[in-house]
């Protein structure tokens, strides 16, 4: 049975990921920060949940220590937006660099803990979920300036890792998984969850060692840096 973690996987695009996972034959690790939300709804006996804080590094041992197989697919998708601040005179830096924290080191914090159980005879696929606003090219209205710089820097992580883990059979894939009606990205989100992750599983079933750093849209649009 092929093993899958996923973080941030209480609500939205996460919980998605869990229950489209498990429908297909995973055995699904999902890490929720204090709530387990829509996690509590699903009765399925391959779904393991933990509590999981991607910026402890204590936490992320603990949850990676109760995975006791192989694993073939590490989402990460735990995030925050910024939403403190509209323009420059208010950028806060300690709210800065809270957002760099989880969205850009905490993956980065998963891919190193979970490294060893990555490594193996089988191709093992880390999806990176991060965003447009993330591309230095289209960043065209500025503002958003910690959520934007945690995605970029995110991206460039990305990047700098599957040149060393691809030896080790290990490939990146970065997604953007579109302005999604989420709780974070509100009702008036034209994209819907289910098409969301449709697409981007998609992606991944379709994913290759060789396409390792490859940044692209749910529906599979090439993103430009």
């Known amino acids: 049975?092929?093993?899958?973690?996923?973080?941030?996987?209480?609500?939205?695009?996460?919980?998605?990921f869990v229950v489209r996972l498990l429908e297909d034959g995973w055995?699904?690790?999902?890490?929720y920060r204090s709530n387990?939300?829509?996690?509590e709804l699903i009765d399925n006996e391959n779904l393991v949940c933990h509590s999981l804080d991607v910026?402890?590094?204590?936490?992320?041992?603990?949850?990676?220590?109760?995975?006791?197989?192989n694993v073939d697919l590490l989402i990460n998708n735990a995030g925050v937006p910024d939403g403190r601040w509209r323009n420059i005179r208010e950028i806060d830096d300690s709210w800065v660099l809270e957002v760099l924290d989880i969205n850009s080191v905490g993956p980065v914090r998963m891919v190193k803990?979970?490294?060893?159980k990555m490594m193996h005879n089988s191709h093992t696929i880390v999806v990176m979920i991060s965003s447009l606003m993330g591309s230095i090219d289209d960043c065209h209205s500025g503002r958003s300036y910690a959520y934007?710089?945690?995605?970029?820097?995110?991206?460039?992580?990305?990047?700098?890792?599957?040149?060393?883990?691809?030896d080790d059979n290990i490939s990146f894939l970065i997604l953007h998984p579109g302005?999604?009606?989420?709780?974070?990205?509100?009702?008036?989100?034209?994209?819907?969850?289910?098409?969301?992750?449709d697409g981007m599983l998609k992606l991944i079933n379709n994913h290759r060692l060789?396409?390792?750093?490859?940044?692209?849209?749910?529906?599979?649009?090439?993103?430009?840096?």
């Not at 049975?1 to 998605?16: F, K, L």
């Not at 910026?55 to 197989?69: A, G, L, M, R």
């Not at 302005?179 to 992750?197: D, N, Q, Y």
Request: proline fraction near 2%; include cysteine.
């Open 1 to 16: 049975m092929r093993t899958a973690v996923v973080t941030g996987a209480s609500r939205g695009i996460g919980s998605e």
């Open 27 to 31: 055995r699904v690790y999902a890490g």
């Open 36 to 39: 387990k939300h829509r996690l």
């Open 55 to 69: 910026t402890d590094n204590e936490s992320i041992k603990k949850f990676c220590e109760s995975i006791s197989s």
């Open 113 to 116: 803990e979970l490294y060893d």
């Open 148 to 166: 934007r710089a945690s995605k970029a820097a995110l991206n460039m992580f990305s990047v700098a890792m599957k040149n060393e883990a691809y």
């Open 179 to 197: 302005w999604v009606k989420t709780r974070m990205g509100g009702e008036g989100a034209p994209v819907e969850l289910t098409e969301s992750v």
């Open 210 to 225: 060789e396409d390792s750093g490859r940044f692209v849209q749910y529906d599979g649009v090439d993103l430009p840096w």
